[in-house]
């Protein structure tokens, strides 16, 4: 059996704290999982910390992030970025959390490499794109890039199938800062 091979993107706080439980998770097994992490950058002061504190394993480091920049640059920056990354690594799927710049870019790099990608806390939605801004127009192109969609919630499901998701690429996970958190509190007793 050859194990599967993830990329998953970490790019801010919130996508490690979130992705943290998945990393660990995969490390348990290895002969059947062989993910690698790669950070983009987008949030490296508030990151590292938490990469540190969650002791996820770095593979790959993009380093995305310029003082100064826009939206736009970074995007731009990121989806070459991880584009390139992924026509070396050739991973047989993508990872990514959320609604952040990096999983955007990632999503899509993804889609036009036709790899599968895997959206953790798919499905959430306040409908008006500019709220919040632009975390709710990454998530609804993301939901149009990715083959399978973990939502945290049934209510999450259910948005996607109203937006003609296919019902057997949405599955009800569970939101990972829960698992996060209680690992967390696990680790700090005594």
Not at 3 to 32: D, F, M, Y
Not at 107 to 133: C, K, M, N, S
Not at 177 to 182: E, G, K, R, T
Request: glycine share 4%; hydrophobic share 40%; proline share 7%.
């Amino acid at each position: 059996m050859t194990a599967v091979r993830p990329l998953i993107l970490v790019g801010t706080r919130p996508e490690a704290i979130k992705l943290a439980p998945v990393i660990a998770e995969c490390s348990r097994h290895p002969r059947e999982i062989d993910a690698e992490v790669c950070l983009t950058g987008q949030h490296r002061g508030l990151l590292t910390p938490f990469v540190d504190y969650f002791d996820i394993p770095v593979h790959h480091d993009l380093k995305a992030i310029r003082s100064r920049q826009n939206l736009s640059d970074l995007t731009a920056r990121m989806l070459k970025r991880i584009t390139k990354l992924l026509e070396e690594v050739k991973p047989d799927c993508v990872v990514g959390q959320g609604d952040t710049t990096t999983v955007m870019a990632g999503a899509l790099a993804a889609f036009y490499l036709q790899i599968p990608f895997v959206h953790v806390e798919a499905g959430l939605r306040t409908y008006d794109p500019t709220q919040p801004w632009p975390e709710e127009l990454n998530r609804r192109l993301v939901s149009v890039a990715a083959s399978l969609h973990c939502a945290p919630t049934p209510l999450a499901a259910e948005q996607l199938r109203a937006e003609r998701v296919a019902a057997e690429r949405i599955h009800v996970t569970g939101n990972t800062v829960v698992d996060a958190l209680l690992e967390t509190v696990r680790c700090s007793r005594p």
